[in-house]
């Protein structure tokens, strides 16, 4: 655990150095800190990550030589994407070392997300400390291929954010071909173009209690109406032990419980549209201000012709997402792996909603629990459960 404690104590360490300051520290910051990530993932040995252990250090040397209309039977099960398997074997033309592999996927995995948060949040100190204390970085260790699949959906989401439906629509479908389960961010357009309210809440617990009876039901119908679906998740199907059952864990209950929290943050301090952030334009910068209950709040933001925020609705909608596939692994564990697509939108999400806090006590003590639970989360889980979760702890390096 100790090179996570230095990354986490180097995330936090924003705090003290004023990262959020100005345009430039928070450039700095993410690159110091970003650089860091970036570098343990590329140095860590090939055994850091069940499934880089077990699967893509075994599979990956072969890809070079595998003709190309057979480069999806190079695993026993051939069900890799066709995406994933060409990425393998053009990297494989550079070299056959899994090392080549590690530093190009992990770039592909990371990058993305200081790009995501240097163009969303209000708080990137918060946001990075997420990054690390939700496990997310951990988890996308293991799971490589959909922790590639979640870096090009959010390049994808800047076209998303600017009603460039089709482009947006484009990165999901290349993200497809890297994972299949990428087609779920498809709700992540429904999210931009749906509108919150009040009575909007009673609808979503509706939903939440018959997603709760139906899943198992609806879940197994859609991989009987697909032949493809079935021959990738059909081992699922089955409620049972392993990912086809359902579990109730630490670290099941702490994912859903803290992308609960931060739902909840924003239901509470959602305003109606008149009273969402509005941009103004002010020479080559943006201000967005808040109207909340007479008092105004002003943050400034990148170039006008660069900043482009999100609306409160679409990232309730995405929260929502996150929390309500964090649920599911209460269910069928294996589709709470859907929720990875949500889960970055809770790295902006709370910070934005904790801005709107309009009591400055309340604003801090909220945004303040929020991290140590993370923190909590972080320290618990990464001693107790990720070597077996996600065989990243211990760490190695690769020499």
């Not at 021959?231 to 992308?259: E, R």
């Not at 609705?313 to 589709?335: E, K, P």
Request: aromatic share 18%; charged share 15%.
């Amino acid at each position: 655990m100790t090179v996570y404690i230095i990354l986490m104590i180097l995330a936090l360490s924003g705090y003290f150095v004023g990262a959020n300051r100005t345009e430039q520290s928070r450039k700095y910051y993410l690159f110091v800190v970003f650089s860091a990530i970036l570098l343990v993932a590329i140095l860590r040995s090939d055994q850091v990550g069940t499934d880089l252990r077990i699967y893509y250090s075994k599979y990956y040397p072969l890809y070079k030589n595998v003709p190309w209309d057979k480069i999806q039977s190079v695993t026993v099960s051939g069900d890799w994407e066709w995406g994933f398997c060409a990425f393998c074997k053009l990297i494989g033309q550079l070299s056959t070392d899994v090392q080549c592999f590690i530093v190009f996927s992990s770039i592909v995995s990371v990058v993305p997300y200081a790009l995501f948060i240097y163009r969303n949040s209000d708080d990137v100190v918060f946001s990075s400390v997420f990054f690390l204390g939700y496990h997310i970085y951990m988890q996308s260790l293991n799971v490589i291929r959909q922790a590639m699949a979640v870096g090009i959906i959010l390049l994808g989401v800047e076209a998303l954010k600017r009603k460039k439906y089709i482009v947006f629509l484009v990165y999901v479908f290349i993200a497809t071909m890297f994972h299949t389960s990428a087609i779920i961010a498809v709700l992540l357009l429904v999210c931009d173009l749906l509108k919150y309210n009040r009575n909007t809440i009673y609808k979503l617990t509706a939903i939440t209690l018959v997603f709760t009876i139906a899943y198992r039901v609806v879940f197994e119908r859609i991989l009987s109406g697909s032949s493809a679906l079935s021959n990738l998740y059909g081992i699922y199907s089955s409620s049972g032990s392993g990912d086809s059952g359902g579990y109730v864990t630490y670290h099941t209950l702490g994912m859903f419980g803290i992308a609960l929290v931060v739902f909840m943050i924003g239901c509470l301090y959602y305003y109606n549209e008149g009273d969402q952030v509005r941009l103004y334009e002010y020479g080559k910068r943006w201000r967005s201000v808040w109207h909340l209950q007479g008092l105004t709040l002003v943050r400034n933001y990148h170039d006008a012709d660069e900043q482009i925020y999100w609306s409160d609705s679409m990232l309730i909608y995405a929260v929502y997402f996150a929390v309500l596939f964090r649920f599911s692994a209460f269910l069928i564990n294996v589709t709470a792996r859907f929720a990875m697509y949500f889960i970055p939108f809770l790295m902006i999400a709370s910070p934005y909603f904790c801005n709107k806090i309009c009591d400055n006590k309340t604003r801090k003590i909220v945004k303040f629990g929020m991290i140590a639970i993370v923190l909590a989360f972080f320290f618990f889980i990464g001693y107790t459960r990720a070597g077996e979760l996600w065989g990243t702890v211990p760490y190695e390096f690769c020499f």
